[in-house]
């Protein structure tokens, strides 16, 4: 999706000749490489405290050379915050992976790059937490679920469990662990991928084969 990279790098050039405009991020599935034809461009624009502060909202829409474009104007003040402590994964996956098409003064870059990769003690402890929490979904509270005769509960478990799960081995491979939407998308992209994972995700997410609540029953 060239064009979609174009219409953001033109509209990155056009913003940033703004004098309180420090930088220009592409994130998102352009930045990301899994852009299709239902995707839109979402930038985020570094400005000054007082240039942000000066709008009526952080969020705005346009359209530039035929493309819907998101815009979130924020801070570094901002952006720290939200990378500082190493604590929300969303937001560290979407600023290490997202593209600088804008950096005049290097401030931007030189933030993110204080925040590419864990600590190990951090990197340790997200292991363990993902792991625990997955395996309190399943087989512990889907197990239960489906003893109790009460399979919704025990499939909503286990697709939580599913999830944490997925996290361990981008954690294993050195890398930020990606959201919700690119999480099965970004396996194929690790050093080491789980074997037939595609196949395995569905029998269990999909139910290829049906789990009975009887069957769990008599296991009991």
């Not at 990155?12 to 004098?19: G, L, M, R």
Request: net charge negative; hydrophobic share 40%.
């Amino acid at each position: 999706m060239t064009y979609l990279r174009d219409a953001a790098a033109g509209l990155a050039d056009e913003i940033v000749a703004a004098d309180d405009v420090l930088g220009v991020l592409l994130h998102g599935s352009v930045a990301l490489g899994h852009a299709d034809d239902h995707s839109d461009v979402e930038l985020r624009v570094v400005a000054t405290p007082d240039a942000v502060a000066a709008r009526d909202s952080t969020g705005e829409t346009r359209q530039h050379d035929g493309v819907f474009v998101e815009l979130d104007w924020t801070t570094l003040d901002r952006i720290e915050a939200d990378l500082a402590d190493w604590d929300d994964d969303t937001a560290l996956y979407v600023h290490a992976n997202a593209d600088v098409l804008a950096d005049p003064t290097g401030v931007v870059t030189d933030l993110l790059g204080r925040y590419d990769d864990y600590p190990a003690t951090v990197r340790e402890e997200k292991c363990f937490s993902y792991w625990y929490h997955a395996t309190g979904n399943a087989p512990l509270d889907s197990g239960l679920a489906f003893r109790r005769d009460d399979p919704l509960t025990a499939e909503l478990s286990l697709r939580r469990a599913v999830e944490g799960y997925m996290a361990l081995p981008f954690l294993l491979d050195g890398r930020f662990v990606p959201y919700r939407k690119w999480r099965r998308a970004e396996l194929s992209t690790l050093s080491w991928t789980p074997t037939a994972f595609e196949s395995r995700l569905e029998t269990v997410v999909l139910g290829t084969t049906r789990r009975k609540s009887k069957r769990w029953s008599r296991s009991s």
